[in-house]
C-alpha cells in the first residue's frame, strides 16, 4: 500500500523537476545548479524503484528512455499535417500577398507572423487532460510514425502542461531538430569514437528519432519548438497565431525567440533580409522564413490548395548544400610545410556564391567519405567558412572514377611528405627549401596581423618568389623601384607605394615581430604574451624550453616549436638580417603577467561589437592579462556579448557566466588601463 504522504512526495519532486527542466530547456533560464536537479531526480527515481505502483508516463523519470521497440507503430493524423509552399525571391512573395488580398477581396494592409524555418524534424504531440499521450512524425502528413517514447525523452517537450486552461485535447505541432553545438560536439565525440559522423543537423535530428532504443535518443541533444496546433476539443484559443504561440509557450513549450509579427510583405521581406544577415549567429540551423497571416479568421477564409495553406509560405535562403561532380584533387603546401587536399569542382552555385573548390581538410578524411574523383559529392558551404566536402552520391559513381592517391612527395618541392606518428596531417619536409612553403611565409610576414604591410598581396608575393625577387621575408626590404615598377600590373606608382609601406612597417612590436615570424602554433596572443615575458628579443631567443613553458598559455609543444625554430641557424640569420634593415619596436616593459589585472581569466567575444573590432577588444584584454578563447565552458570568466549574440550568450546564461555588454567592457577596460 502506498500512502498519501507518499504520493504528495512524489507529485511534489515531479512537480518541482517539471519547473526546472521548463526553466533550463524552455526558456533557457536555468535556476538551481545541475547536481540539485540531480539530487531531486534520484530522490524521486528511489521512491519510484520502491514503489513501481507510483510510476507514471508523464513522470520526469521517464526522460532517460523505454524499453527498445521491434518497430514503430503507424499513427494517423485526425487532422492532416499540412506542408508550405515555397518562395525563392521577393516577387514570388508580393505573387503570394496578392493571392491572399484578391481571395479576401480586400487590399488593406495584412499582418503576418515570421518565424525562422528550422530545419529538423516536424512532429505532433497530443495531449490529454494536460498529460503528453502520443507523438508522431509528419510523415506524408497524413500518417507518420509512433515514435511516442523518443519524443518523451526530449527535454523541451513537456511531458505534462503547465498552468491551467488547456483543451481536454490539444495537438501541438512543430519541429525537432538539433542545436549547432550540441551537433558539433556530438559529430566531435563519434569520430574520436571511430563512429561515422552526421552530415548535417537535420540528419542528425532525424536519425536520432529514428531510433527504436529511446534510450539512444534521451543521449541526443534535441530540442522542439513548437509552429502550430492540430486537434483542439474542450476548449478555445486565442484568435490570433502569434498569440496562440504565446500561450504555447506559457504551457510549457518552446517558441523560437526570433517570432515577430510585421505588417504587409514589406515588412516580411525586410524581416527575411534581416535574418538572413544574422542567421550564422543562430544557435540552429534554419532554411528559411515560414510567413504566417496572423488572424486566424483570415486563415480561414483564404482555406488551403491540395495539401498547402494559402495562408502560409516558406522564403527559402539559397540551398547551403549542392551536389557537383569532383573533377580532380591539388595538393595544397601551406606556411608549416602541412599538405591539404583540395577538391577542384564542377562550379555550382551554393551558399549564394558559386564554388569550384572546397577543403578535404587531410588523409583520414578522404578514406572516411570514400571519395574518388570523378565523384559526385555533396558541398556544403553555412557562413563565411570553407566549402567543405560532406557526402559522396555512391550511386552516382562512374565507371571510370579513380583513387586518390596522397602524395609521398612534396608537389611543390619534391622533399618527403611525412606524417608524424599520432597526426592527422601530413607535411612536406623541405622547409624554406619549399617554395610554397617560402611564399606562405611571406604572405604571412606581410599581414594584417604581423607586419601590415599595404599592397603586398599574395599575388604579389607568388610574382616575387617565382621570379627569384626574393627569397626570404628579409629580402623584402632589399626590393628595388625599378624591378618592382617593371613586374605585370605594376606602375611608377604603385612600386614606389610598396616601397613606402614596407618602410613603414619597420616600426613595429615585439610581439607583432614574434608573431611575424610563424612559428608554428604561435598565434597573436602567444606571441604577445611571449613578448611581455621576455621583453627582449635576445632573452626568448636564448630560451629553453622550460623557460618557455613558464609563459603564460605556452604548453610543452609550443615550447618545444618555439625553441626549436629559434635553434635553427638560417632563422638566426633572418632575424638579424631584418633587424639589420633597421626595424624597431618599442621596448616593452617586462610585466609580470600573474600580476595583471585580468590574470588567469578566460574572456569569451561574441556577437557584433558597434565601436570596437573584435581583434581590438581582444589585444586590449590579453594587454590586461586575459587569455580570449572562442568557445564559452564553465571555465570562462566572462563573455562580453555584442549584437545578435546567439549560442555563446545562450550557453553562458545557462552556466551562469557573467555577461558584459560592449560599453560595460569599455568602462573596465578605460578602468583597467589607467590604474
Ligand atoms: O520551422 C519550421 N520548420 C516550420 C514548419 C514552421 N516554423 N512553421 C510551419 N508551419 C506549417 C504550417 C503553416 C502548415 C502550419 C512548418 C510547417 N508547416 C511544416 N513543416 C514541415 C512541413 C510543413
Known sequence: MTSAPLRQEVEALRAQLNQHNYRYYVLDEPSIPDVEYDRLLR???????????????????????????????????????????????????????RRIKDRLKDTSELEFVCEPKLDGIAVSLLYENGIFVRGATRGDGQTGENITQNLRTVPSIPLTLMGTGWPERLEVRGEVYMPKAGFDAFNKQALANGEKPFVNPRNAAAGSLRQLDSKITASRPLQMCCYSVGI??????????????????????????????????????????????????????????????????????????????????????????EITQLLGVEFQVGRTGAVTPVARLQPVFVGGVTVSNATLHNGDEIERLGVRCGDTVVVRRAGDVIPQVVQVVLEKRPENSTVIEF?????????????????????????????????????????????????????????????????????????????????????????????????????????????????????????????????????????????LLEVNDVGPIVASHIAHFFQQPHNQEIIEALLAEGIRWPSVDKKNVEAMPLAGQTWVLTGTLETLTRDQAKSRLVALGAKVSGSVSAKTHCVVAGASAGSKLTKAESLGIEVRDESALLQLLAQLEAS
Open 232 to 321: 483542439v476539443d474542450g476548449g478555445e484559443l486565442p484568435g490570433k497565431h502569434s498569440d496562440v504561440l504565446q500561450q504555447l509557450h506559457r504551457w510549457g513549450f518552446r517558441i523560437n525567440d526570433q517570432m515577430k509579427v510585421v505588417q504587409g510583405i514589406n515588412g516580411c521581406i525586410d524581416y527575411y533580409q534581416d535574418l538572413q544577415t544574422r542567421r550564422d549567429s543562430l544557435h540552429y540551423e534554419i532554411d528559411g522564413i515560414v510567413f504566417k497571416l496572423n488572424s486566424l479568421e483570415l486563415q480561414n477564409k483564404v482555406g488551403f490548395v491540395s495539401r498547402a495553406p494559402r495562408w502560409a509560405i516558406a522564403y527559402k535562403f539559397p540551398a547551403q548544400e
Open 407 to 547: 602524395p609521398s612527395s612534396c608537389p611543390v618541392c619534391g622533399s618527403d611528405v611525412i606524417r608524424a606518428e599520432g597526426e592527422a596531417v601530413a607535411r612536406c619536409t623541405g622547409g624554406l627549401y619549399c617554395a610554397a612553403q617560402r611564399k606562405q611565409a611571406i604572405k604571412h610576414f606581410a599581414s594584417r596581423k604581423a607586419f601590415d604591410i599595404e599592397g603586398l598581396g599574395d599575388k604579389l608575393v607568388d610574382m616575387l618568389v617565382d621570379q627569384q625577387l626574393i627569397n626570404s621575408i628579409a629580402d623584402l626590404f632589399h626590393l628595388q623601384h625599378e624591378a618592382l615598377s617593371n613586374l605585370e600590373r605594376m606602375g611608377d606608382k604603385s612600386a614606389q607605394n610598396l616601397l613606402d609601406a614596407l618602410q613603414k612597417s619597420k616600426q613595429t612590436t615585439l610581439a607583432r615581430f614574434i608573431y611575424a615570424l610563424g612559428i608554428r602554433e604561435v598565434g597573436e596572443a602567444t606571441a604577445a604574451n611571449l613578448a611581455h615575458h621576455f621583453a627582449d628579443l635576445d632573452a626568448l631567443m636564448q630560451a629553453n624550453e622550460e623557460q
Open 43 to 97: 530522490q524521486l527515481q528511489t521512491i519510484e524503484a520502491q514503489h513501481p505502483e507510483l510510476i507514471s508516463q508523464d513522470s520526469p523519470t521517464q526522460r532517460v528512455g523505454a524499453q527498445p521497440l521491434t518497430a514503430f507503430g503507424e499513427v494517423t493524423h485526425d487532422m492532416r499535417m499540412l506542408s508550405l509552399d515555397n518562395a525563392f525571391n521577393d516577387d514570388e512573395m508580393r505573387d503570394f500577398e
